[in-house]
Nanobody, 115 residues
């Protein structure tokens, strides 16, 4: 299993950004996937998750209504659309999947929200 995030950048408050996570090594559409983030000095936090078929999502209250998770099961890619970004969204963002009782993580991508 290999996960590779991309799309992180420096963005101004109120801006938008889309992260991608390209997955390989397993049957992508069979598994729910999640986005986590970790800010400096803080624990890794769940941002949200999506069902394997893309039919259901859930989000942490801190991002509800601003962030949207989607997936393309043909391209084996998970997305995180982030809108109305705030400085407190600054973190390293990770995608993750649990396959056969093992949780796999990508290397993370840095998102910095600052003017």
């Amino acid at each position: 299993v290999h996960l590779a995030e991309s799309g992180g950048a420096l963005v101004q408050p109120g801006g938008s950004l889309r992260l991608s996570c390209l997955a390989s090594g397993y049957t992508f559409g069979n598994y729910p996937m999640s986005w986590f983030r970790q800010a400096p000095g803080k624990e890794r936090q769940l941002v949200g998750a999506i069902a394997g078929n893309g039919g259901g999502t859930n989000y942490d209250a801190s991002v509800e209504g601003r962030f949207h998770i989607s997936r393309d099961n043909v391209k084996n890619t998970l997305y995180l659309q982030m809108n109305t970004l705030k400085p407190e969204d600054t973190a390293v963002y990770y995608c993750t999947v649990r396959v056969d009782n093992t949780r796999y993580w990508g290397q993370g991508t840095q998102v910095t929200v600052s003017s």
